[in-house]
């Protein structure tokens, strides 16, 4: 798992002189979506391992860990409404909630409009059939401003991966099993146990945003 690792961030981070390069692409629209996520840094192979939907339209997304895979270090369910700011916290087991501010709107599933494209690049060998993946890649500077980040997306615009990185971590989404569409729109709406609360205040220092809810 870390060599997998190691070598996804060396990918993402190495020159791109030998990829093909088209300078005036614009960012792809991620379509709807069901499928498998993990979450892994070089310091805990695998922070987080569950199922996600995400509605492109909405921009809500719902990530639930496989309760399964048990050597993940979070175990997290999150209901995000992006475009509200808002985010829920949920125990199914003890009908619980926690309602919070989400206070950047940038995550995995969504390129920029900003980002600046790096190259397209093909996995394995695209001269023969079902032997090659050919994905592009685009960077660009975190809403807070405290790291860059590498998307990477197939032709059809689907994701591959998401690497952020800062000066203290660096962490990388991947994404397998993915189907179009979403399979049980019932998962991005808010549980009835979890109606009519407020908004919690954010304590000093907190920042709510996609990728420090997986730190």
Request: net charge negative.
């Amino acid at each position: 798992m870390h060599a997998a690792v190691i070598l996804l961030v060396f990918m993402c981070l190495m020159p791109t002189t030998h990829a093909d390069h088209h300078h005036h692409q614009q960012p792809c629209h991620l379509p709807n979506i069901t499928g498998l996520m993990t979450v892994m840094d070089l310091q805990d192979p695998v922070k987080a391992l569950g199922g996600f939907t995400y509605d492109s339209t909405g921009n809500k997304l719902r990530f639930r860990s496989n309760e399964n895979f048990p050597n993940a270090s979070r175990h997290l369910d999150l209901l995000m409404f992006v475009e509200e700011g808002i985010f829920y916290e949920i125990n199914s087991k003890n009908h619980s909630c926690e309602k919070k501010k989400l206070h950047y709107n940038h995550h995995a599933l969504r390129i920029p409009e900003d980002a600046q494209f790096l190259a397209t690049m093909n996995l394995g060998n695209p001269s023969i059939v079902g032997e090659g993946l050919e994905f592009s890649m685009w960077e660009g500077s975190m809403a807070d401003n405290t790291g860059k980040y590498v998307i990477s997306v197939t032709k059809g615009c689907l994701p591959v991966s998401i690497l952020y990185y800062r000066k203290s971590t660096t962490v990388i989404f991947s994404f397998m099993n993915l189907e179009s569409g979403i399979k049980n729109p019932e998962v991005l709406e808010v549980p009835s146990f979890c109606g009519g609360l407020s908004v919690e205040e954010t304590s000093n220092g907190t920042v709510n945003s996609f990728l420090d809810l997986f730190m």
